[in-house]
Nanobody, 113 residues
Framework: VQLQASGGGLVQAGGSLRLSCKVS????????LDWFRQAPGKQRELVAK???????NYADSVKGRFTISRDNVKSTVFLQMNNLGPEDTAVYYC????????WGRGTQVTVSS
């Protein structure tokens, strides 16, 4: 199983970024996936999750700004992040639990004020 995240970068406050996570080695459409993030000095936290049935949940801190989605044809999960603020600066990880935890490498998101 491999999770390859991309799309991070440096953006000004109020800007947008779209993260992607390409997943291989599983029957993608049968599995839910998540995005986590970890800011310096803080614990890793759940940002958003999407089920195999396209149900979604978000952390309160990102509701209304972030949107998680999936493309079962491309085996890819996305995180659209709008109205970014400095508090969103973190390394973002895509995550899958399938008998064990699988993590992507992480992609850095830096939001300047």
């Amino acid at each position: 199983v491999q999770l390859q995240a991309s799309g991070g970068g440096l953006v000004q406050a109020g800007g947008s970024l779209r993260l992607s996570c390409k997943v291989s080695g599983i029957i993608f459409k049968l599995n839910g996936l998540d995005w986590f993030r970890q800011a310096p000095g803080k614990q890793r936290e759940l940002v958003a999750k999407i089920t195999s049935g396209f149900g979604t949940n978000y952390a309160d801190s990102v509701k209304g700004r972030f949107t998680i989605s999936r493309d079962n044809v491309k085996s890819t999960v996305f995180l659209q992040m709008n109205n970014l603020g400095p508090e969103d600066t973190a390394v973002y990880y895509c995550h899958l639990f399938l008998q064990r935890h699988y993590w992507g490498r992480g992609t850095q998101v830096t939001v300047s004020s």
